[in-house]
């Protein structure tokens, strides 16, 4: 592979998600759990700034606490430049400067945006010029929400989430995010799903072996209509989740007393996503859960994947 001139600086903006729709399947022999998803790209962004250094070396800042983040190779950006580099045989390093708009060990994916926004900009710093397909190929060894922030919009992911087909979605979605500082543990998530299952095992349909997208979202996807999303949206970790936090419960009540259509358990949670009927009423709803106390963030999707920013 060629290596062309390298820049001073890149600038790389990556979205969170949402799972708007989440089925997941029976556990498998290795302990995981194949799923079918359906992803939203949302208006809250990491921001990732790459600089050329000998080392692999990160700084995190945000408007949330971030103090939990590691700046070590835990950090799942760091993990990203190192894939890069020894990929296409860089043998120089990269200061990574990030700065954080998506909740920390929030459900949404900030860590998965980070990585990349991380991918994007080595590609364009040390001037590699992968193509989508491959920077999504080595997305997928990082974690299962990476290819989709390289893609963004909205997509239905199956298998452990990393598998993409792009989904029409007309309009505009609006959501209102409550977010958490208590992070939640995504295998403590799963393990408690199990354990859901195993003790209700004679009250609950057994999961699929395969799940699947219903096709009431998609429907509501491609109509771009945010009632007919709230009827079929659905998320089988909400239950593990709110299991371990029933503290949970008490909010998603107070944002559906407050007008949501729906509120959901984003991802593994902890934070909450509230769909809105649209930006007026998603504003309103903002206030309110702000008024009673929670962190409420008005985002909106679907908008672009990782992509460099002049």
């Given at each position: 592979?060629?290596?062309?001139?390298?820049?001073?600086?890149?600038?790389?903006?990556?979205?969170?998600?949402?799972?708007?729709?989440?089925?997941?399947g029976?556990?498998?022999?290795?302990?995981?759990?194949?799923?079918?998803?359906?992803?939203?790209?949302?208006?809250?962004?990491?921001?990732?700034?790459?600089?050329?250094?000998?080392g692999?070396?990160?700084?995190?800042?945000?408007?949330?606490?971030?103090?939990?983040?590691?700046?070590?190779?835990?950090?799942l950006?760091?993990?990203?430049?190192?894939?890069?580099?020894?990929?296409?045989?860089?043998?120089?390093?990269?200061?990574?400067?990030?700065?954080?708009?998506?909740?920390?060990?929030?459900?949404m994916?900030?860590?998965?945006?980070?990585?990349?926004?991380?991918?994007?900009?080595?590609?364009?710093?040390?001037?590699?010029?992968?193509?989508?397909?491959?920077?999504?190929?080595?997305?997928?060894?990082?974690?299962?929400?990476?290819?989709?922030?390289?893609m963004?919009?909205?997509?239905?992911?199956?298998?452990?989430?990393d598998?993409?087909?792009?989904?029409?979605?007309?309009?505009?979605?609006?959501w209102?995010?409550?977010?958490?500082?208590?992070?939640?543990?995504?295998?403590?998530?799963?393990?408690?799903?199990?354990?859901?299952?195993?003790?209700?095992?004679?009250?609950?349909?057994?999961?699929?072996?395969?799940?699947?997208?219903?096709?009431?979202?998609?429907?509501?996807?491609?109509a771009?209509?945010?009632?007919?999303?709230?009827?079929?949206?659905?998320?089988?970790?909400?239950?593990?989740?709110?299991?371990?936090?029933?503290?949970?419960?008490?909010?998603?009540?107070e944002?559906?007393?407050?007008?949501?259509?729906?509120?959901?358990?984003?991802?593994?949670?902890?934070?909450?996503?509230?769909?809105?009927?649209?930006?007026?009423?998603?504003?309103?709803?903002?206030?309110?859960?702000?008024?009673?106390?929670?962190?409420?963030?008005?985002v909106?999707?679907?908008?672009?994947?990782?992509?460099?920013?002049?």
């Open positions: 592979m060629t290596i062309r001139a390298v820049p001073g600086r890149v600038h790389v903006r990556a979205p969170g998600k949402i799972n708007v729709f989440l089925q997941v029976s556990v498998q022999p290795d302990g995981y759990h194949d799923v079918a998803t359906a992803y939203q790209a949302v208006s809250a962004v990491e921001e990732v700034w790459a600089t050329p250094a000998d692999f070396t990160v700084s995190v800042t945000g408007s949330m606490d971030v103090s939990g983040v590691p700046h070590d190779d835990r950090n950006a760091v993990r990203a430049a190192r894939l890069l580099a020894h990929e296409i045989g860089w043998r120089g390093g990269v200061h990574l400067d990030v700065v954080k708009g998506v909740p920390v060990a929030g459900g994916g900030g860590g998965s945006a980070d990585a990349a926004a991380t991918l994007v900009a080595c590609d364009a710093l040390w001037g590699a010029g992968l193509g989508s397909h491959d920077l999504q190929e080595l997305g997928s060894r990082l974690g299962a929400d990476v290819p989709f922030s390289l963004g919009g909205t997509a239905v992911g199956t298998g452990r989430g598998v993409l087909s792009p989904a029409l979605a007309r309009g505009r979605f609006d209102v995010i409550v977010t958490d500082e208590q992070g939640l543990s995504t295998p403590d998530v799963y393990r408690a799903l199990d354990a859901h299952r195993n003790r209700h095992a004679v009250d609950i349909a057994p999961p699929r072996r395969r799940p699947e997208v219903a096709t009431d979202v998609l429907h509501a996807l491609r771009g209509d945010a009632g007919m999303l709230a009827e079929s949206a659905q998320n089988d970790l909400q239950a593990a989740t709110l299991a371990l936090r029933p503290d949970l419960t008490r909010v998603l009540d944002g559906e007393r407050a007008g949501a259509l729906v509120g959901l358990v984003s991802g593994s949670g902890p934070t909450l996503a509230f769909l809105a009927s649209d930006a007026e009423a998603a504003i309103e709803l903002q206030v309110l859960m702000s008024a009673a106390g929670h962190r409420a963030l008005h909106h999707g679907p908008v672009p994947g990782a992509r460099i920013i002049d």
